[in-house]
């Protein structure tokens, strides 16, 4: 028997830091087995391949969240991921699941640049200049965001957005709203709503930490885009002469980046999408094709594996990992697995009721959108 089934109480979480990778392995392989359907893994496509080895699905933040979701004969769902993602998974869940995230030191820059305080605030600056009442603005929030930001747009007729889906969304919206406030990711917004012709003086930046986000009433009456002032700590990285470069270096070299890059960047490129969007089309691609990829590390590195038929490359090398979801390591995973082998659930992610309803009304209006 293995020592993880011979458990009486909880482990601690030091105690895993001096084993091997041959033995965090082992256990956290034991545990699988031992849990057996009671257990699902998920795990983002920007985490360490140490961890999407013993993930039973893998795929982007939304992907993740509805799988498990699909898994309601499952008691405990293991988001290898980011705090955001498992509160979604949270949010649908279908039943009584507990979902753990195995560092809650695994957050998001970009969904901690906007609080739900700050949005709201910005709401009611909007309001009192009368704009809500001159004009129809529908909030969206990216999916990187908290699970409080998807309840606001639930109460106040608005709408979640992935990278996947922008372009169907952006379409419906504009068609429904005078102007979009769109958070917490200002280069998603600004790249989706030059696809539809929105010039760049019809769009403003909103900065929480100014009287009316740093603009003008004026300026907010001419608008059609409200854009927070958020980015990715990792898509922000590359840079427009990233792209000058590579193309410099390997001539016939197609780019292709994320949409959370700057627009100077998403401009340069061949073409753009999702994590989802990156992985078919390199699927797509044909035998002996060059490619400079513009998203986090891990998955280009996997992607270069899968795929050693075609060149593939970073776009810019050492400069695009995600630091946050690095923290989820072998050594937490194995202690989450264990500690429920023990009974006890660690870190799991709660979502108040109220909040859940909220913001489940502002994922279904998402998802209404073909």
Wanted: glycine share 6%; hydrophobic share 45%.
């Amino acid at each position: 028997m293995t020592a993880v089934l011979e458990m009486k109480k909880a482990p601690a979480l030091e105690d895993y830091f001096g084993l091997s990778d041959a033995e965090l392995n082992e256990r956290i392989e034991a545990a699988r087995k031992e849990l057996g359907s009671r257990l699902v893994i998920l795990g983002h496509h920007y985490q360490r391949d140490d961890v999407i080895y013993h993930a039973d699905y893998t795929g982007d933040s939304f992907k993740l969240a509805q799988l498990a979701a699909s898994r309601p004969d499952a008691e405990f769902i293991v988001f290898c991921g980011v705090h955001f993602m498992a509160e979604s998974a949270d949010i649908l869940k279908p039943g009584e699941q507990k979902i753990i995230l195995p560092d809650l030191g695994a957050g998001c820059s970009m969904a901690d640049m906007a609080s739900a305080e700050q949005v709201e605030d910005a709401w009611e600056q909007i309001a009192a200049l009368g704009i809500l009442k001159d004009f129809r603005v529908m909030p969206i929030t990216y999916m990187n965001s908290t699970a409080a930001i998807k309840a606001f747009c639930g109460k106040n007729g608005g709408v979640v957005c992935t990278s996947s889906n922008a372009v169907p969304l952006f379409d419906k919206s504009l068609k429904e709203a005078d102007k979009l406030f769109f958070f917490p990711d200002q280069h998603l917004g600004r790249n989706t709503g030059v696809k539809f012709g929105i010039p760049f003086d019809e769009m403003v930046v909103w900065d929480p930490f100014k009287e009316l986000g740093g603009n003008t009433e004026e300026d907010l009456r001419a608008c059609r885009l409200i854009l927070w002032k958020g980015h990715c700590s990792v898509h922000g990285r590359f840079r427009p002469w990233h792209v000058d470069q590579v193309r410099a270096e390997v001539p016939g070299i197609n780019v292709l980046v994320h949409p959370e890059c700057v627009y100077e960047v998403v401009e340069k490129s061949d073409l753009n999408g999702s994590t989802e969007f990156i992985i078919k089309t390199l699927e797509n691609a044909q035998s002996g094709s060059k490619w400079a990829i513009g998203t986090e590390i891990n998955l280009v590195n996997r992607l270069i594996a899968l795929h050693p038929d075609k060149h593939i490359q970073l776009l810019a090398p050492d400069l695009c990992m995600c630091a946050t979801m690095f923290r989820i390591a072998p050594q937490n995973l194995a202690w989450s697995l264990e500690s429920l082998i023990a009974g006890e659930v660690v870190n799991q992610i709660t979502v108040p009721e109220d909040t859940v309803c909220w913001a489940r009304i502002a994922l279904d209006r998402m998802l209404a959108i073909k």
